[in-house]
Each structure stands twice: as structure tokens, then as C-alpha cells.
């Protein structure tokens, strides 16, 4: 039984949370949760945003399944999310947006990865604010080694994974040095990957490409700032945020969390879909190797949510939470 470090979340976390556990206990996965959390309730209640208890955990386990946290807007305490990138290190967050049958967009055909730098850029946390002069300066900060990096994770998941195509999202016409650092890196990985294409699209034009026609794309790869609008875009292509998986990766840790928000205009009435959090529990599945696990519960999943009346509110059903799970635990072959 391997160890697992589950943080809770604020919000709707405990519901969405509870769902997998159920899923996860019935599918009989090999893993042992230790239970901790972070953000704002854990600020209530342990007095740090990021607990000492949850950092051993995290050390000790080297993988988590994390649900949601809430960042105060302009104001109050720095992300939790951003701090537990930088400080393990993950530098790699990884996004599939892939069209699930049942869930009805306006795009049919979408099967893409978007591969984001997890700690540099815009979200480096260089700020400064100068209160006679009410200036404000955020400063992006990208190395040579953070692009290495993230270009050598995405060409070797296309390898691993059988994809043949990496499109590289930058803005070199504007912000000319540091996305040279990012094509320099693609021109140099490309060159051990000779069976994998590879292209660059300039971010604004890629906004208008995946809005048009986001079939033609495989695996996006781009920078901290550009990733996190673009990934939003993509789970928009295939049904919300409420539907995709999302992952942190580093060299010796893995943080796999659902993207959405805490909801907390729904917090606490059990209505909530936690479908991005199982599928980002799948993701960890599949990192652990548990594939046999992963596809007992995917593949339940998908049956589930091809049936409307099965699913959640926000999908069209009437099932609340754990009754979504259930039909999800009823539907293991």
C-alpha cells in the first residue's frame, strides 16, 4: 500500500474529496490517504496556510492529490498553490483537455496536453510597489534551464505517449529574449526527437487558432503566464473547468489537483461535480504505474457520464455528489 498525501481544500473540497475516497476504497487502489490541508482553512485551524504536518507529509510521500484553495484577490495572502510549485519545485504543470462523449461543446474533436512552466515568469513573485509614486511593478523572470526543462518534459511525453506534433506558444515579437530562451530550447530537444514535429505559434494567434479549429493542435507547450490562460481556454473547448484534470510534476514530487475553484456559493449542500478531481486522480494513477485502477475507474466514469440523468446538476442530472460517485462505483466492470 503506498502512501498518498490527500489535501483536502476549502470550499467544496471535503464533498468533491469524499466522492474519490468512496471510488477510490470500492475500486480497491492500493494506496493509504494521510489527510492534511492547506489555505485558508488550515490557516483556521493550524495557524499557517501551509502546515508543518502537511510539508512532512509531502516529504515523505512525494505525491498528493490536492483540492481546491482559495486565493484572496488583490489582496490578502500570496496563492498557496503558487508556493507549493516553488517551493517543490514542480516545474511542469500539466493539463489534458480531451472531448468526453455525453459532455456537449461546440468542438467534438479536441485531444490536447498543455504543458505550462510551473515557477518562473510573471509568478516568479518579484512585486514591488512603490506607495509615492503608486507604482506597481510585477517582474518575469524566465532562465535558460526553467525552458530547458519544460521543452525536454513535453517532447519526452509525446515519445513516451506516441504523439508526433509539439506546437511551442510564445510572444518572441514583443518579449524578444525570453521567448528566444523557449525556441532555442524546442530547436535543441527537437534535435534527439527527430520522429516528433514540432512548430511555434505566437500566443495571440494561438488564442484565435484554438478558438477556430482545435483539432489541428497535439501538445502545447509554453510559459507560466500564457499556459494559465490557455489552459482555461482549453477546458472551455470541453465542457469547463469542472471536467478537466490538472498536475504539477518536479524531478522527485507530483502534486495532482482539480483546477476549478472552492465554489463557495454551493459549498456544504453536496451538489458539487467531482469529476475534475477524480480525473486528476486518475492522472496520479498513472503516474504510479496503477494502471490497471486507472482504467477500472475511467472507463466507469465515462459510462457514467454519458448518461446524463447520472450526473450532476452542472451536467444535466440530478445526482448529487456522492450519488454521482455511486453510479460511478455501480458502473465497475
Not at 483556521?44 to 492529490?65: H, R
Not at 530547436?187 to 478558438?211: C, F, G, S
Not at 504510479?288 to 457514467?304: C, P, S
Request: net charge negative.
Amino acid at each position: 500500500m503506498k502512501p498518498v498525501t490527500l489535501i483536502t481544500g476549502d470550499g467544496i473540497g471535503i464533498e468533491i474529496m469524499e466522492a474519490v475516497k468512496n471510488i477510490f476504497k470500492a475500486a480497491a487502489v492500493p494506496i493509504i490517504w494521510e489527510e492534511e490541508n492547506a489555505g485558508k482553512t488550515a490557516l483556521e485551524t493550524k495557524g499557517a496556510l501551509i502546515p508543518e504536518s502537511l510539508i512532512n507529509s509531502l516529504n515523505k510521500t512525494q505525491i498528493a492529490l490536492k483540492g481546491p484553495l482559495e486565493t484572496p484577490v488583490g489582496k490578502g495572502f500570496k496563492s498557496v498553490n503558487v508556493q507549493l510549485r516553488q517551493q517543490f519545485d514542480l516545474y511542469a504543470n500539466i493539463r489534458p483537455c480531451r472531448s468526453t462523449e455525453g459532455i456537449t461543446t461546440k468542438f467534438e474533436n479536441v485531444d490536447l496536453v498543455i504543458f505550462r512552466e510551473n515557477t518562473e515568469g510573471l509568478y516568479s513573485g518579484i512585486n514591488y510597489y512603490d506607495e509615492r509614486l503608486e507604482i506597481a511593478d510585477s517582474i518575469s523572470r524566465v532562465t535558460k534551464k526553467g525552458s530547458q526543462r519544460i521543452i525536454q518534459a513535453a517532447f519526452e511525453y509525446a515519445h513516451k505517449n506516441k504523439h508526433d506534433h509539439i506546437t511551442v506558444v510564445h510572444k518572441a515579437n514583443i518579449l524578444k529574449n525570453s521567448g528566444r530562451l523557449m525556441l532555442e530550447a524546442a530547436e535543441q530537444t527537437a534535435q534527439k526527437y527527430p520522429h516528433i514535429r514540432w512548430d511555434d505559434r505566437i500566443v495571440d494567434n494561438m488564442a484565435m487558432q484554438l478558438v477556430r479549429a482545435p483539432e489541428q493542435f497535439d501538445i502545447i507547450v509554453t510559459s507560466n503566464l500564457f499556459g494559465d490562460i490557455l489552459s482555461d481556454l482549453c477546458a472551455g473547448l470541453v465542457g469547463g473547468l469542472g471536467v478537466v484534470a490538472g498536475a504539477n510534476i518536479g524531478d522527485q514530487m507530483a502534486i495532482f489537483e482539480a483546477v476549478h475553484g472552492t465554489a463557495p456559493d454551493i459549498a456544504g449542500k453536496g451538489i458539487a461535480n467531482p469529476t475534475a478531481v477524480l480525473r486528476s486522480a486518475l492522472l496520479m494513477l498513472e503516474y504510479m504505474e496503477l494502471y490497471e485502477y486507472k482504467e477500472k475507474i475511467d472507463t466507469a466514469l465515462n459510462k457514467v457520464l454519458k448518461q446524463k440523468e447520472l450526473c450532476t446538476g452542472d451536467l444535466g442530472g440530478k445526482a448529487n455528489t456522492l450519488q454521482f460517485a455511486q453510479h460511478i462505483i455501480d458502473n465497475f466492470v
